[in-house]
């Protein structure tokens, strides 16, 4: 496959990947986040910031994109026991996303640059939840006119 700088395409490897990983044991993973959570332990591809800068008088261009993951793990009942369990969910998550070196060969090379555990308010529910940042890069030829 060739190398895109398309956010959507490397969102969708995302979120397809995440769904068919049995480990990770998500009931649903969505591309984008939602306002109502269904079920969980679930999670969200959310694509954030693509930055592109010229490389070569050639009109290539390296992209750099970055997306947010966010992990919904269980209600809020015992918060010691619920952020615990976020934690994992999502170091096991961070490890998951950071075997995805090349995106089905669709970027030069990606990693997780950052994670936070804590929770988030969707619908009326309280939820242990982790926010995985996800970067890759890759490189592409600018159409000529």
């Known amino acids: 496959m060739a190398l ?3 956010v959507s395409t490397v969102t969708q490897y995302l979120v397809d990947q995440l769904d068919g990983e049995a480990s990770l044991g ?3 993973v969505f591309f984008g986040d939602q306002d109502i959570i269904p079920s969980v332990p679930c999670a969200s591809v959310e694509p954030g910031i693509l930055a592109r800068e010229l490389i070569e008088a050639r ?3 390296q992209a750099q994109m970055e997306f947010i993951i ?3 793990v269980a209600q809020m009942e015992n918060r ?3 952020l615990k369990n976020a934690l994992l969910k999502a ?3 961070r490890d998951k996303l950071d075997t995805y070196q090349t995106c089905g060969d ?3 090379f990606s990693y997780c640059t950052s994670m936070e555990v804590g929770t988030a308010l969707r619908g009326n529910n309280l939820l242990a939840a982790a926010r995985i940042t996800f970067y890759a890069i890759s490189q592409v030829q600018l159409p000529s006119a």
């Open 26 to 28: 998500f009931t649903n």
């Open 91 to 93: 170091e096991a998550t």
């Open 80 to 82: 010691q026991t619920n």
């Open 4 to 6: 895109t700088d398309n």
């Open 70 to 72: 966010t992990v919904y």
């Open 106 to 108: 669709i970027v030069i």
């Open 59 to 61: 009109r290539f261009v």
